[in-house]
């Protein structure tokens, strides 16, 4: 190819190539979208770690752990606690140390437990029933949250409303029969708030204005006074929803081999057959197979002149002054070394005839007869 011909073709590649920008440019435009991905790390097993950051932007020191280990973390007197699991799970130690701090000016967040655990709940040595908080049992009734400049929301929809036994909330909120879904009153020189659910404190419904403004509202009476404890159980699934979700990977061509495999190893769909005979290498049945197969096509007289060649080869061998004879000599020989009359021998060596079956098969015995008496020592 001369270099006129190369050129031609480097401008014609180039030409396409501009082709395709311009063509690509016309069709497509660039668009950005965002889109919110799934929490990663410490995020995705702890609810409360957006509001520990919040806390933390707004100059609130703020620590998040599971458990409430109070032997190793010492609350301050002006401290704040939330604990946003179920209070029912605390020790009777940890009810005495946790009342006598709000008692002395700790700020106590709890929530009612879920409607799911009915544990008996209001029973003096559980954390609510130190309050004086006493459990409703029925359906929740959303309450409404209005803010100016704030969409309306819902708040408390799922949660377990409850009654004061003797204490007089500071601040209440529920329905017109008393049933509360959120209450603050004093305990001593601290306070309690007790609430029927804290969604809205959750890592994805924190970052609503509303939702913040709530949570802003819930830790007011000792904000900005001493540190915040966020006591949260650990949202770990299980492991096999891990498996299900993320490993389908590994376990997705697995199952497909193992389906793979087993129809390999499936017999054929209906009704069961029996196993096939095992194969036999007997040497009479092939003979008994072979002469049938003869007489079944017509060729019967082969089958009498191999008995019979065989009879007369070991007569040759046995007694060949009786071979060498013929006629009616020969049949009397024959007879008197085999023990038979000189009829039969003569009868026996006659072939009969193609369509006479038992004449053949007589005449077939009596030649291997003949050959078996043979064997016999000579009179």
Same mark, same amino acid.
């Given at each position: 190819?001369?270099?006129?011909a190369?050129?031609?073709?480097?401008?014609?590649?180039?030409?396409?190539?501009?082709?395709?920008?311009?063509?690509?440019?016309?069709t497509?435009e660039?668009?950005?979208?965002?889109?919110?991905?799934?929490?990663?790390?410490?995020?995705?097993?702890?609810?409360?770690y957006a509001?520990?950051?919040a806390?933390?932007?707004?100059?609130v020191?703020?620590?998040?752990?599971q458990?409430?280990?109070?032997d190793?973390?010492?609350?301050?007197?002006?401290?704040?606690l939330?604990?946003?699991?179920?209070?029912?799970?605390?020790?009777p130690?940890e009810?005495?140390?946790?009342?006598?701090?709000v008692?002395?000016?700790g700020h106590?967040?709890?929530?009612?437990?879920?409607?799911?655990?009915r544990?008996?709940a209001?029973?003096?040595?559980?954390l609510?029933?130190a309050?004086?908080?006493?459990?409703?049992?029925?359906?929740?009734?959303?309450?409404?949250?209005?803010?100016?400049?704030?969409?309306?929301h819902?708040?408390?929809c799922?949660?377990r409303?409850?009654?004061?036994d003797?204490?007089?909330?500071?601040l209440a909120?529920?329905d017109p029969?008393?049933?509360l879904?959120?209450?603050?009153?004093?305990?001593?020189?601290?306070?309690?708030? =007790?609430?029927?659910?804290?969604?809205? /404190?959750?890592?994805? &419904?924190? $970052? *609503?204005?509303?939702?913040?403004? +709530?949570? !802003?509202q819930?830790?007011?009476p000792?904000?900005g006074e001493?540190?915040?404890?966020?006591?949260y159980?650990?949202?770990?699934?299980?492991?096999?929803?891990?498996?299900?979700?993320?490993?389908?990977?590994?376990?997705?061509p697995?199952l497909?081999?193992?389906?793979a495999?087993l129809?390999?190893?499936?017999q054929?769909?209906?009704?069961?057959?029996?196993?096939?005979p095992?194969?036999?290498?007997a040497?009479?049945?092939?003979?008994?197979?072979?002469?049938?197969?003869? =007489?079944r096509?017509?060729?019967?007289? /082969?089958?009498?002149? &191999?008995? $019979? *060649?065989?009879?007369?080869?070991r +007569?040759? !061998?046995?007694?060949?002054?009786a071979?060498?004879?013929?006629?009616?000599?020969?049949?009397?020989?024959?007879?008197?070394?085999?023990?038979?009359s000189?009829?039969?021998?003569?009868?026996a060596?006659?072939?009969?005839?193609?369509?006479?079956?038992?004449?053949?098969?007589?005449?077939?015995?009596?030649l291997?007869?003949?050959?078996?008496?043979?064997t016999?020592?000579?009179?």
């Amino acid at each position: 190819m001369g270099w006129p011909a190369r050129i031609g073709l480097g401008l014609l590649a180039a030409l396409a190539l501009a082709l395709g920008v311009a063509w690509f440019l016309h069709t497509h435009e660039r668009v950005d979208e965002e889109r919110t991905l799934p929490p990663r790390g410490e995020a995705a097993y702890n609810p409360l770690y957006a509001l520990r950051q919040a806390l933390h932007e707004a100059g609130v020191p703020a620590q998040s752990r599971q458990r409430l280990r109070l032997d190793t973390i010492a609350l301050g007197p002006r401290d704040t606690l939330l604990v946003y699991g179920d209070p029912g799970a605390m020790t009777p130690a940890e009810i005495e140390t946790v009342v006598g701090w709000v008692d002395g000016g700790g700020h106590l967040v709890v929530r009612t437990p879920p409607p799911r655990l009915r544990d008996g709940a209001t029973r003096p040595r559980t954390l609510l029933g130190a309050l004086g908080v006493r459990l409703i049992d029925g359906p929740g009734v959303c309450e409404h949250l209005r803010i100016e400049g704030q969409p309306p929301h819902t708040e408390f929809c799922g949660g377990r409303r409850f009654e004061l036994d003797a204490a007089e909330p500071w601040l209440a909120w529920g329905d017109p029969d008393g049933h509360l879904a959120y209450a603050r009153f004093a305990v001593g020189e601290g306070w309690v708030d =007790v609430l029927a659910d804290m969604d809205f /404190l959750a890592n994805g &419904a924190l $970052r *609503e204005g509303p939702h913040w403004m +709530l949570a !802003r509202q819930v830790l007011v009476p000792n904000w900005g006074e001493g540190a915040v404890h966020l006591i949260y159980a650990a949202s770990v699934p299980p492991l096999w929803y891990l498996l299900l979700t993320r490993g389908w990977m590994a376990w997705g061509p697995l199952l497909l081999a193992l389906a793979a495999w087993l129809w390999m190893r499936t017999q054929r769909l209906g009704p069961l057959r029996p196993s096939p005979p095992a194969a036999r290498r007997a040497l009479l049945e092939h003979v008994r197979a072979s002469g049938e197969h003869l =007489v079944r096509y017509g060729r019967a007289p /082969l089958l009498y002149e &191999a008995v $019979r *060649e065989a009879f007369l080869a070991r +007569l040759r !061998r046995r007694d060949p002054l009786a071979a060498s004879l013929e006629g009616e000599a020969r049949d009397e020989a024959i007879a008197a070394r085999t023990g038979l009359s000189p009829r039969e021998v003569r009868q026996a060596l006659l072939a009969p005839r193609p369509d006479d079956a038992k004449a053949l098969r007589q005449r077939i015995a009596r030649l291997i007869q003949m050959r078996s008496n043979l064997t016999r020592p000579r009179p």
